[in-house]
């Protein structure tokens, strides 16, 4: 499509939330050319990730609508706004909702994978220039972390995309844009987990799966999954855990409890995958004295908020978190990928659902059984 596209309007399909708490809507749709440093990406697969769910939900306090949704999605690019060098037409791609600008406060301090540059607007569900590419029925559509990828066509800003190999297959990396990228960056870049350390993982899903596939890499000793469904179970094993407690059947005891008494002290790091707030706490409280690290990942509801006892900092316990698993996109995705195709990183095993983009619908219900770890969607099949 690109040869005849470039700086036209495309009509396309796309999923659009009108309002919260409702289902999406197949609808056609009008995607502006990209302007100055924005690109114009055929998405043609996208995973589902609760935080999509979340924001659908009505719980997001940046959550506004119409909007066209998704986050985790890898396509090709279709056309280049004025400025562009970093990805050019026919790219691979994957759509970066933590954006690298390398240039900002944040990108130079050496410090974190958030990038300041263009949050403000992203937030507010606009392009850098504070309008919207999307138009459904004479309606302008939000966008969404900067992504949009439950549209067939959408526009990000050139610091929110970085090419890939074209070798990997698009229904594999799409899960790199946020869900496995979250977990294992959460393990291996945010935690940095030594060798030979205690590791306990609550919330077994795709981003705590990943943290354990991290975890594994980094040579921890014990990995202990903490989860309501002993469903978990053998995926959590699958991945390299080595032990694996249901909470909820512990007869009375709490599970911090019994994760201090199960590592002789405490866990050397812990990780919430969860989004629930009494989770964080009993994360952060199943730390080892004088050095135990819990690292925040799930994303709770608006006016939800963590405590705990001070003393628990004061002992030496450290509370911190990370968006993206801490991984800087533009410069680290690639070598996942790479990763990936030299099989030191597990995607394919994360698969548990398909859906075409006209059931996605079905996809989001998928997603909040039980036994779904990722549903993929074929953004080409609607
Ligand atoms: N910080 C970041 O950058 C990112 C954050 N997220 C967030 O991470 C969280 C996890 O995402 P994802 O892996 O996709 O989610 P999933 O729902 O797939 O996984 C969460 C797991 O936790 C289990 N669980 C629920 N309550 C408890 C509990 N009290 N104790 C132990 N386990 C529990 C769930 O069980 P059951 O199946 O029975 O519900 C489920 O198995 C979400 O909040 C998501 O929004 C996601 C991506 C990026
Ligand atoms: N908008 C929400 C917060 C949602 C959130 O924390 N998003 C994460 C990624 S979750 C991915 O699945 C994130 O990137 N956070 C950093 C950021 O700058 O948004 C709210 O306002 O609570
Ligand atoms: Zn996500
Ligand atoms: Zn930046």
């Not at 316990?317 to 195709?341: E, N, T």
């Amino acid at each position: 499509m690109s040869a005849n596209t470039a700086g036209k309007t495309i009509t396309c399909k796309a999923a659009v939330a009108w309002e919260a708490g409702k289902d999406l809507s197949i609808e056609e749709i009008e995607v502006e050319a990209p302007k100055a440093h924005e690109v114009r990406i055929e998405i043609v697969y996208t995973g589902v990730c609760h935080t999509d769910a979340y924001t659908l939900s009505g719980k997001d306090p940046e959550g506004a609508f119409p909007i066209v949704l998704g986050h985790e999605g890898a396509g090709i690019v279709e056309s280049v706004g004025e400025g562009v060098t970093n990805v050019k037409v026919g790219d691979n791609v994957v759509a970066l909702y933590t954006p690298e600008c390398g240039e900002c406060k944040f990108c130079k301090s050496g410090k974190t994978n958030l990038c300041g540059k263009i949050r403000a607007t992203q937030g507010k569900g606009v392009m850098p220039d504070s309008t919207s590419r999307f138009k459904c029925k004479g309606k302008e559509l939000l966008h969404f972390m900067g992504t949009s990828t439950f549209s067939q066509y959408t526009v990000v800003a050139d610091i929110s995309v970085v090419a890939i190999t074209d070798k990997a297959p698009m229904d594999r990396t799409c899960l790199l844009g946020c869900g496995i990228t979250t977990g294992y960056g959460a393990a291996v870049v945010t935690a940095n987990v030594e060798k030979g350390s205690n590791v306990a993982v609550f919330g077994a899903g795709c981003v705590g799966l990943s943290v354990v596939q991290g975890a594994v890499k980094n040579g921890a000793e014990k990995i202990i999954v903490v989860d309501v469904n002993d469903g978990k179970e053998a995926w959590g094993k699958k991945f390299g855990a080595t032990d694996f407690v249901n909470p909820t059947k512990l007869g009375g005891k709490s599970i911090q409890e019994h994760l201090v008494e199960m590592t002789d002290g405490g866990c050397d790091y812990t990780f919430d995958c969860t989004g629930n707030v009494g989770v964080m706490r009993a994360a952060l409280e199943a730390c080892h004295k004088g050095w135990g690290q819990s690292v925040v990942i799930g994303v709770a509801a608006a006016g939800q908020e963590i405590s705990t006892r001070p003393f628990q900092l004061v002992t030496g316990r450290v509370w911190k978190g990370c968006a993206f698993g801490g991984i800087k996109g533009r410069s680290q995705l690639p070598g996942l990928v790479d990763d990936y195709m030299t099989n030191k990183l597990k995607v394919d095993e994360f698969i548990t659902h398909r859906q075409p983009l006209n059931k996605i619908n079905t996809a989001f219900q998928d997603m909040k059984a039980g036994d779904c770890i990722r549903c993929v969607v074929n953004m080409r099949e609607a």
